[in-house]
């Protein structure tokens, strides 16, 4: 019997694989789209979110923050380059629009605070149709969602980066070669602030600023007698940027209105808007904005 339980068959042997020469990816963010500059010229702050893992809350992050920094009465948009779990349209309330296009561009869908938001989910015809693509089309559809589309002059860009450091984050850094910064979404465990230093690294690697981390589901605060819990562990989002030199931005609670409203399509900043969570959002976005802006 073989011992490759998946039938799997090399038809060549193949070369050993190397490590990623960081150098030839240093190389690659140089190469630059003109189109792509063209239009990120009229945007003033490029703010990438990142996490190293899934499912810890980034997109929940990216439209908060989005809406947080709105609601200051600064222009904003977002594109969401998740493609294979594209959740910003639904957690801004915007899910079923769609995108339309004129002579001189694809229109993005407005959302809260007139926050212009692109994403593949308003291109998908079915809520189930999975997006199959490899890293080449990953990267021509990035190119079209910030070269092709209508962005105007804004104050901020946020984009909603997949999980990791794969092709999208590449793709990000190759062709916003002035991105402003990127934040970074954890939650409290090991797990999760592992992958976080591997996102940290590749910021790193590529000549991106840490603009800081947002603990995600930090704690929880008891309805009944107002007890904290911390579920994942105390502290390991603040140990983890202390130890990697970065700034802790804020720590948002693990709340099931949260997960309510983000299920149910309503805007949770705008749905409970004297929430802590909410409040939360409004220091981190105070911060981000004092990070960028006082670095003109
Ligand atoms: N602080 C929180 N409290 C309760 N639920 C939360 C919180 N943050 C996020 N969630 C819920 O967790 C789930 C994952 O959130 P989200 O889609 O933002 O994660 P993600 O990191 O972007 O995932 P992926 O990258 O895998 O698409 C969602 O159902 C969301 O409503």
Redesign the pocket.
Known sequence: MSSNPFRIQNPQPQPQRQPRDLRKVNQQVQAVDLKVQMKMKNIKYKIGVV?GK????????SSNLAMAIAASGRKVGIVDV?FH?P?VPK?LGVRGQMLTADDKGINPVIGPFGIKVVSIDFLLPRDDTPVVWRGAIKHSAIKQFLGDVNWGELDYLII?M??GTGDEALSIAQLVPGITGFVI?TIPSEVSTLAVKKSINFARTVNTKILGVVE??SHFVCPSDGKVYYIFGEGKGKKMAEEMGVDLLGQ?????S??EA??AGEPFFLKHPDSP?SKEFLNIADKVIKIVESNQ
Request: no cysteine; glycine share 14%; aromatic share 4%.
């Open positions: 996490s899934g499912g810890v809350g980034k997109s929940f992050v998740d779990g959740s957690m909603d997949p999980p979404v995600n589901m948002v609670p693990l709340d099931p949260i997960a983000n299920d969570t």
